[in-house]
Structures are given as structure tokens and as C-alpha cells.
């Protein structure tokens, strides 16, 4: 448990030590900048529309850091070292999900208090917003160390794991978007177990894609 939350806290602070983990925040409040812009100044149509490109952003978000989540510890040899130490890839998978979850999770949900000023949304949207994202991120988190162990050593392993990935997310941002609406609990029910079953999946089947790349 110790060696677990030792890698947890490394990637943590090497996502914010290479400025990774900005990348994912200053795209978030971008799109809340620029969306405005896009739409015009019409404050219900804001609000109506608002809170899903918000969702799309966290999504796309998550994709941005994908191919430094596992590659460069698998060039320099960080997770040869962790099977000679006795440690499962599950293990290390379940670590860097999340380490990935704390480096843009937490960051994302505060970004969204002035990115729904931006775009109009009300008091009860953003609480919805908030508590969607904070059940759906560890799931996006999950997916994204997930697809990065599937396209290591991959050619165009960046491009690949957005056609891998955004696929797999859309149940995430269909439930998601809906559980905005004033009578979307049965959507945040639906996203709370897509987000269960995939952050339970994806340690295993990031943990296989380790596997099978050192075979």
C-alpha cells in the first residue's frame, strides 16, 4: 500500500512539475471562453447548452495528457523496475489512474465554479455539474490510463488513442449531459455505474496491455 501511494504521489507531482497537469485546466477554461463567443450573448441559450460543451470539455480534457501517462515511464524503464520489485501492472495501472484522476479531477471541478459563470448556468445546474463530474472524472481518468496502455509503442499513439477513447467515453458524456436537467437522477444513476464498471475494468485491462507489450 505504501509502494502504491508512492507512485500515486510521483506522477502526481511529475504532471505538475512538467506543467501536464495546466494543460487540461487551461484548455477546460478555454472552451468556457471561447464557447460564449461561438453561441452569442444569449444567456438561456447559454445555460441550456452550457453545461454540455462543459462536459465535452472535461472529456476532451482528460484525452489531452493520454500519451504521457504511461510512455515515458515505459521508455525509461520505471515500469520494468516495478515487476522486479514484486509489483502487479494492475497495481501500478490502478496507481496511475489515480494519480491521473488527482492531477485533473479535483482541478477540473474548481474550473468549473467560473466556467459556469461564463456560461450562465444557475445555482442547481452547477451543483448537478459538480456532482456529475465528480462521479464521471475517475471514470475518464480510468479510460485515459487505459487507452494509454493499449497504444504504447503504437505509431501515431496520440491520434490512436483519441479514435480509442472517445468511443468508450460517450456513455460518460451522454449521462453526464443528462443529468443536467431538473429531472436527471436517473441519469446520474446510469453514469454512476458506467463510471463503477469502468473504472473497475480498466486497471485489469490496462494491466493485460502491459503484459502483452513486454511478451
Known amino acids: 500500500m505504501r509502494v502504491w501511494g508512492a507512485i500515486i504521489l510521483r506522477d502526481v507531482r511529475a504532471a505538475w512539475q512538467g506543467g501536464g497537469a495546466l494543460l487540461p485546466l487551461i484548455f477546460f477554461l478555454l472552451v468556457a471562453t471561447l464557447f460564449p463567443f461561438a453561441v452569442g450573448p444569449d444567456g438561456p441559450l447559454l445555460a441550456k447548452v452550457g453545461g454540455g460543451a462543459l462536459w465535452m470539455a472535461a472529456l476532451l480534457a482528460a484525452l489531452l495528457p ?40 479535483p482541478p477540473l ?60 467515453a460517450i456513455p460518460i458524456l451522454i449521462f453526464g449531459a443528462g443529468a443536467l436537467g431538473q429531472d436527471g437522477m436517473g441519469a446520474v444513476k446510469l453514469l ?13 485491462a490496462a494491466g493485460a496491455a502491459l503484459r502483452a507489450g513486454r511478451d
Open 192 to 204: 454512476a455505474a458506467t463510471a463503477l464498471v469502468l473504472t473497475a475494468i480498466a486497471p485489469f
Open 109 to 168: 471541478m474548481l474550473a468549473a465554479l467560473p466556467a459556469s459563470a461564463l456560461l450562465k448556468l444557475d445555482g442547481a445546474m452547477l451543483a448537478r455539474l459538480e456532482m456529475g463530474l465528480a462521479i464521471g472524472t475517475p471514470a475518464l481518468a480510468a479510460l485515459g490510463v487505459m487507452t494509454s496502455a493499449l497504444t504504447l509503442g503504437l505509431r501515431g499513439a496520440g491520434a490512436l488513442a483519441g479514435l480509442v477513447m472517445l468511443p468508450l
Open 66 to 105: 493520454v500519451d504521457r501517462l504511461v510512455a515515458p515511464d515505459a521508455e525509461s524503464g520505471v515500469l520494468d523496475q516495478y515487476v522486479v520489485r514484486g509489483l502487479s501492472d494492475e497495481g501500478v495501472a490502478s496507481a496511475k489512474i489515480a494519480a491521473h484522476w488527482l492531477g485533473f479531477g
